[in-house]
């Protein structure tokens, strides 16, 4: 058997996604800074840098199954994987995704595509590795909630305005200091520079809109399954957070603590130092509010 | 180790632990949980003056009408004194008066825990409310197998959601230390 660190290496599919459209990103507005160096005009550049976020959209999903190693798998290879997601869209209404399975032991999942009809579901086979089926079944129901919710149209309606936030600034900045800037050395330096810092910026406001949405795939989701339990079972899996509750007896841990100074809960004290989730706390707290008042 | 006597008699901090009874109803909403009846007072055992603190709280239960006990001793040295009564209200305020006895002889350090035992209908079972009287919490333990040291950590942060409101919990979920083999 495999051993399963997933704690440390948890980021690694994100990090994956991240640094691809991040490489992408930076090409696409070295491309433009540099037309727009030759002297490319305002509008054409729009409608470039418009046309490069519809194509990102369009071919989302082939992107990010290449860069995540996903690949999609038939009802005879994964027959429970298939029974779960067959089940929840029936209940949700919506078609069947597309289903692949990445070969690796991090616990994850994610689900893309351009729209309802040609998405997506993605888990990782550490993922159904630790979860039980009503556990897998929760993750799941997010992921098609994202479907549901058009999420992957949203955030590029997002990056497009926000590159045309970026266009605006990049033109204010050029009309400020007059095109002489252009003939000198240090302007496409420095109109690089600060496209970098807009993108940035508006990184940062795209990802606070996707953490919202998270929220919300997470309160869908647990609507269409009927437990949200479930889902913060899960999420308390994926986390590491299950493993913080203690399995040892209190007697043998009083014992312990009246022959040592340091109390015999320093390893846990560390791990809090360093896996700081708030988000997932926070989240597996809002789902158990959400069962709470089920009941 | 070192026993404390403490001179002026600081009782417990009974009012959290009065609070179950309130919490209760709300589980039995919610859950459809039942106490059991059984409930108890774990106590680490010690020499000398201690047994006599051990002679005053069973002579208290003896003297209680309402209530039936029986001591039992584990492979840890703890000494449980389980108590079997038809309401809860019963059950919280002797095993407050057995504590206090305790602490009265200065046997504070020397508590684990007072453990309430509820059959929930509508989940898998026998759940348990354990209180610190240390820390003057609860933290809810549900135990699938009594010695299989697997817990349903989902019904326990149900409970936890359920009764957060009204009855002083124990946030750090890394402090929820179960006791296997609770022997009621």
Known sequence: MQKYEWKKRDIGITMRLMLCFTVLAILYLIFLSVLAYVGVGMIPLIFLGVFFIIMQYLLSDRIVLWSTG?????????????????RLVARAGLPKPRVAVMHTSVPNAFATGKGRRSSVVAVTTGLMHILNDEELEGVIAHELAHIKNRDVLAITLASIFSTIAWYMMHYGWYGAYGYRSRDQAGGLILAIIIAAITWFVSFLIIRAISRYREYIADRDGALLTGRPSRLASALMKISGTMNRIPSRDLREVESMNAFFIIPALSGDTLSRLFSTHPPVEERIRRLMEMEASMH | MIFRRRARGSRSDGTSLFALTQAYITLDVKLGARFTGNAALCVKEAAGVFNFAVDD????????????????????????????ADMLEGAVAALDAIADTFIEYGFREQILASVFAFNAEKRRGRFYLIYSHRSNRFYPFAPLSSAGGVRDVESELLIYSLVKDELALEHDKAKWYPIWGIPF
């Open chain 2, 57 to 84: 709280a069973r002579g208290f239960l003896d003297a209680s009408n309402d209530i039936s006990h029986r001591v039992e001793r584990d492979k840890y040295g703890y000494i449980w004194f389980i108590l079997s």
């Open chain 1, 70 to 86: 996903a690949k999609i798998v038939s009802e005879h290879e994964y027959p429970r994987l298939h029974a779960i997601v067959d």
